[in-house]
């Protein structure tokens, strides 16, 4: 077996003979248990589901569709599709039955593993629309069904019966780079979804520019790695990275997204790459506990955190007094930050979507590994990259190896390598006109700094055009309210209007406690309504404004009476706003907030 495959059809073989005896995978039942399966175990059971796979009859390229969370299921079922030479087509447990005769029919999927009888339920929904479907297998089976199809375990015996692991052996060795891996299909924050078919050679490309760890015992894992967020690009790669570079890979299962920095905390992860609301969610649970006026202490010492580090960095110089301070405080106040990302980090990194530069500093300044990085599922969610030890906070790094970055003359952010996709799955190459002469053309908008780092700067599909002509991208607003502990979103609104005016929504569980300590009602349908509410949030956006140009500024605002929701279309699974779906929804709301 090579010790560094071109395809991912070796990778459970890979990390079972390497580190045999590691856990692979970890998690909780239902109950709370805690459970785990080490890599030869979680190898054993990937040739089994890709044996059953094979029962079905089948053949290379077929698609093969998964509605499920994030659990170790997700995982064995994307290594088995990977060494048998199928395709994984991943349904978000979101996804309702119009979305799903979408999905499967653009595809043809020739089976699906849904998770429960919920999913299984919007399966048999779309079912008459679906005539190419064959096979339904369920993860976990209904008891009470009195038609209950195939189960997950089911499948993996079958096909240890009729399926000789030699056959497996003569797929996985059939399996070439450019075989499809996984055909993805975009969050859509704009237009219909479109499946972005990605291939082995893709990942691989960027599975290799990732930094490998340091050698352990066969016994050991490297640490694990904890995705926040739901199956998607991100997630995706990051269970393969864990095969590839031994981590144990566990993912939030939380009920709620409000519990997700206690569940980081108690995990103790090695790498957690988050998105920026993750991010924020964390900022707004250190800041709580604590009064105003500690509030303010803390961020202050996190900037004189962040400029020792950086003259220590350089090689500077720090004034003994200055030292001491820093000795002392990194130590006490900075380790209680720290802490909450437990005692293992290595690294943590941040992409996704604009994230806000002094949030980043605060972070940073507390001594937290914490990175900003650049990719997008049409680059198999990497191109760029920040390291901790070179760090340039407000930008997204330099670009992996073997990636190439250019800006066209109308700004947009080219890219070219090897992990670039394959295209949009069922459309001619040039049809969008994405790939040209092997440059992805990204919609983002960016520079290069001469030393060769990436600034963003915005999207083009989301510039805001005002009615004076100005062009204006919402981001760094956006980004400068969001830090405020009560506000959760911030949505900038103003095409073809003079100024900008802002739809804001409340973090509920900041905004009771705050409503709470002044005597004011804490639900928030109350509470977006209160005068001093409106205060607080009146100076939040004086406060933003007074950072930037006028015409970036917002001229008014909305607090609306709930979050936005992934539920109801109004954020994407990696947690973007859906800015034409709120734009919509709101639109009257917006038009009012002008004279």
């Known amino acids: 077996m090579p010790r560094t495959p071109s395809t991912l059809a070796d990778l459970a073989p890979l990390g079972a003979e390497r580190w045999p005896q590691a856990p692979a995978l970890r998690w909780r039942t239902p109950e709370g248990t805690p459970r785990h399966l080490t890599f030869a175990e979680a190898h054993e059971a990937t040739d089994e589901i890709a044996r059953g796979l094979l029962a079905l009859g089948l053949a290379p390229g077929d698609r093969v569709a998964i509605q499920s969370r994030l659990r170790p299921e997700w995982t064995l079922t994307l290594l088995a599709a990977a ?15 119009e979305e799903i005769v979408h999905v499967i029919n653009d595809c043809d999927a020739k089976a699906v593993i849904c998770e429960d009888g919920e999913q299984l339920g919007k399966i048999r929904t779309a079912l008459p629309r679906l005539p190419g479907l064959r096979h339904i297998i369920v993860i976990d089976a209904d008891p009470g069904s009195t038609d209950p199809p195939t189960t997950l375990d089911e499948l993996r015996g079958a096909g240890t019966h009729a399926v000789p692991a030699a056959a497996l052996a003569r797929r996985r060795a059939a399996v070439t780079p450019d075989d499809l891996l996984v055909i993805i299909y975009t969050s859509g924050t704009t237009g219909p979804k479109k499946g972005c078919a990605l291939s082995h050679g893709n990942y691989v490309a960027v599975l290799r520019a990732h930094p490998s760890p340091p050698r352990r015992s066969p016994d050991t894992a490297h640490g694990s790695i904890f995705v926040v967020t739901g199956p998607h690009t991100i997630a995706l790669l990051m269970q393969l990275l864990s095969w590839w570079s031994g981590y144990t890979f566990t993912s939030f299962q939380g009920a709620s997204p409000d519990t997700m920095p206690a569940e980081l905390r ?13 991010l924020e969610m964390i900022y707004r649970s250190v800041l709580a506990s604590r ?70 500093s605060f972070f940073v300044g507390c001594g937290l ?16 990259t920040n390291t901790p030890e070179d760090n340039r906070l407000g930008t997204v790094g330099k670009p992996l190896p073997g990636v190439e970055i250019a800006i066209s003359d109308d700004g947009e952010v ?66 400068e309210l969001r830090t405020h502990p009560l506000v959760s979103q911030a949505v900038l609104y103003g ?13 509920a569980e900041r905004a009771a406690q705050w409503a709470a ?17 409106l205060e607080e949030m009146g100076r939040a956006v004086e406060a933003a404004n007074s950072t930037l140009q006028e015409y970036f500024r917002a001229k008014a605002f909305h607090v609306l009476d709930r979050d936005l929701s992934m539920a109801d279309g109004e954020l994407t699974i990696s947690m973007k706003v859906a800015r034409p779906v709120v734009h919509a929804r709101f639109r009257e709301l917006y038009e009012s907030l002008y004279p």
């Open 291 to 360: 009064s105003a006026r500690e509030r303010t202490e803390l961020i202050d010492a996190a900037r004189t955190g962040l400029r020792v580090r950086r003259m220590r960095a350089a090689g500077e110089p720090v004034p003994a007094e200055l030292q001491e301070w820093f000795e002392h405080t990194d130590s006490t106040l900075f380790a209680e930050v720290r802490e909450r990302f437990g005692a293992n980090l290595r690294r943590a990194t941040v992409s996704g979507a604009p994230v806000s530069a002094d949030l980043l």
């Open 266 to 278: 108690a995990t103790a992860p090695a790498i957690v790459p988050l998105v920026p609301l993750a």
């Open 83 to 97: 060494s048998c030479g199928l395709v994984l087509v991943s349904l978000l447990p979101t996804t309702v039955p």
């Open 517 to 533: 300590e002044r005597g004011l009602p804490t639900d928030p349908r109350a509470l977006a309504a209160e005068p001093l509410l």
């Open 414 to 479: 080219l890219i070219k390598g090897d992990h670039v996709f394959h295209g949009y799955w069922g459309y001619d190459e040039g049809e969008f006109g994405t790939v040209r002469d092997g440059w992805l053309h990204t919609g983002d908008l960016g520079e290069l700094d001469p030393d060769g780092y990436l600034h963003l700067t915005g999207r083009k599909k989301e510039l805001i055009q005002l009615s004076n002509g100005m062009a204006v991208t919402p981001h760094p607003l956006e980004r």
């Open 369 to 384: 590994p914490l990175v900003e990085c650049y990719g997008m599922t049409e680059t198999a969610a990497a191109a760029t």
């Open 495 to 507: 095409e073809a209007r003079p100024h900008l005016v802002a739809l804001l929504t409340l973090d």
